[in-house]
């Protein structure tokens, strides 16, 4: 594929934006390319600014559960936008989306919109530090809940300990509120909370951590989490920003048999409109000003268009398309599988409902950050390199999961395992 305008667009972005990127991962630094500029995209398929055309299995990293320009979310967007953009004051869409998003989260009495899921996560702490007047946090190595500076920390060398910050220009004094644990690692956790039980104010967690692989947690390890925090009088804060709305049983919690306190979302929840949104029972969510004194606020918050987004958005997700997500998983699954074993190349697919990964072994696939083999990056670079070439687009990163939208259809799913197939047959690797 000729990708000459792009490179040229890539080499004009470098002059004016910051490694030609709105946003790191964009950058295709980990697979060792330039970014694709896209000119148009529909339904499943992308067209890049050199006319070529590509199956997306990024979805623009989540939140486009029913693919690219969809019809029926353009029209509503468009009606409302008629209306006017942001009004900065109260309207309908906000009631309408919050009534959708209790269905699915039954522990929420209250919503509160913003504009992000890094500030639905970043707001969702404050509330917890409000309401339980303590400071600490604990956090888990391998889950990723937006760019919050509390929450961008890495472990030291400890077991459990307090973290170091994964980014300059995080103060020392707000990575000494946060402790971080390995995920699936039960003592880790125990020893936190004998330590510092009484001064932790919330546990957060991805329940089905997305960020760095597909790291899949034990149902028992939620409760316990659960159970830790009750004990303790700490609030369990679940970040569904990717997991939330992506299964028919309701929210991931559902699933996993645990309720947490505060929940928090985004991507799907604004159909590819900017919205975030957190919520809880009422005695926590009352904290909130303007009815208490945590203070969380946002010109944007609610505006007319994302609500109506989100709306059109949660309203397609029906048993049916639930299921026909999960179809289509499943046949993903039997034929990625099926082409990785007939070349023995040490990867798995793993999925979730609609979200999968590449794993970057023949093993069970890990449920910590650190057994994740330290090869990802190299088996993942030829495989997506490959797949881009014969039209078929994965994130450019080994730690970043793919998404199945309402548009796949099973020749996407088919036509990628082929691809693969090819791919493979052409790579010279040794395990
Ligand atoms: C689990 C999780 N939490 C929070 C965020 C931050 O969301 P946003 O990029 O909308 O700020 C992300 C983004 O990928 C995420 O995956």
Known sequence: MQREKSNSLHTEALEHLVGGVNSPVRAFKSVHGNPIYFEKASGAVVTDVDGNQLVDFVQSWGPLVHGHSHPKIIESVYEKMLNGTSFGAPHTGEIELAKRVKKRFTHMDKVRFVSSGTEAVMSAVRLARGYTGRDLLVKFEGCYHGH????MVSSG????TFGIASSPGIPKDTVATTLIAPLDDDEAVDFLFEEHGDEIAAVVIEPLPANNGL??????????LRTLCDQHGALLIFDEVISGFRFKEGSYGDISGVTPDITALGKVIGGGLPVGAYGARSEIME??????PVYQAGTLSGNPLAMAAGI?????LDNDAYDYLESLGQLLEECVEKVLQKHDYPMRLTRRGSLFWFSPSSAEPPSRADLIPSNAGILYSDVHRGLLEKG???????????FLATVHQEEHVRGMASALDEVLSSLEWSS
Request: hydrophobic share 40%; glycine share 8%.
């Open 392 to 402: 078929y687009m994965l994130a450019p990163s080994a730690y970043e999961i793919g």
């Open 157 to 160: 060398s400890g077991l459990a």
């Open 312 to 316: 059109m958005t949660l309203d397609m």
């Open 148 to 151: 919050v500076d509390s929450l």
């Open 215 to 224: 790291l899949v947690q034990r149902h028992e390890y939620l409760t316990k």
């Open 287 to 292: 904290k909130l000003s303007p009815l208490g």
